[in-house]
């Protein structure tokens, strides 16, 4: 008899919270995913990605270009700039929640955007299955959730093992870069890669200068209205043997 399936192994970094999308963003869906959102096959929840499922970068951007990956990309303020200044990139947007979905292809469409591709889909499953191994020149990690309460910090994204699904989907020598405004989760991030031998650390001292292809968005404004220190890290991926 085949073992029972479970739901999920470990607990996800998000709540979903579908929300109600306004006209425009349901507009976008229907006009504009053909174009931006990828078609991702499904296994246990509609977050989820088959474990079979693999994106070919070359064949959905149709050229072979350095590909940057934003986990958790909210609104798309960050990525859509990117994407609009480095045409010579190609760009990911990994997001769960439809609305930033929607506004993210909304903005990216004005701004004439069509290095961005995006996906509706639980970040690490895109990380440690969906990517092919090595195919991420950078990946992004800005703001996350900081699951600032004690019983949910075992939400938090970066956490043990992060390193290494993170070091599978980038390419020798790639860039983890990362921000919160939380110095707890700060920390927690930088004690995590420390550890992790696949990665090595990009800056000196204590934190990173803050990355200046990271434009101010509305949670880096909010976290400084509040009177909490932005904190950078970003490691570099060791070469594979």
């Known amino acids: 008899m085949p073992e029972p399936r479970t739901f999920r192994d470990e607990p996800v970094s998000f709540v979903r919270r579908s929300g109600r999308m306004s006209d425009a963003q349901e507009r976008a869906f229907q006009k504009l995913a053909g174009r931006y959102l990828l078609d991702v096959p499904r296994d246990v929840a509609w977050t989820s990605v088959h474990p079979d499922a693999r ?39 990994v997001e769960v929640f439809r609305a930033g979905l929607a506004r993210t292809m909304l903005d990216a469409d004005s701004a004439g955007a069509r290095n961005l591709r995006l996906v509706e889909a639980n970040a690490p499953e895109v990380l440690s299955s969906y990517l092919p191994e090595g195919a991420a020149s950078e990946v992004w990690i ?35 870069r990362l921000a919160t405004d939380w110095e707890d989760y700060a920390l927690q991030m930088r004690e995590v890669l420390d550890a992790e031998p696949l990665f090595e650390r990009a800056f000196d001292g204590d934190w990173a200068d803050r990355f200046d292809g990271r434009v101010m968005t509305a949670f880096e404004r909010k976290g400084l209205g509040k009177g909490r220190d932005i904190r950078d890290l970003v490691y570099r991926r060791v070469p594979r043997s």
């Open 55 to 93: 994106l070919d970068p070359a064949s959905e951007y149709g050229r072979t270009a350095p590909l940057i990956v934003e986990i958790g990309s909210g609104q798309g303020h960050a990525i859509v700039a990117a994407a609009s200044s480095r045409p010579q990139d190609d760009f990911l947007a």
């Open 142 to 176: 800005f703001f996350p959730d900081p699951w600032h309460k004690k019983r949910h910090t075992k939400r938090r994204l970066v956490r043990g093992g992060f390193g290494h699904v993170a070091a599978r989907a980038l390419a020798d020598g790639g860039l983890l």
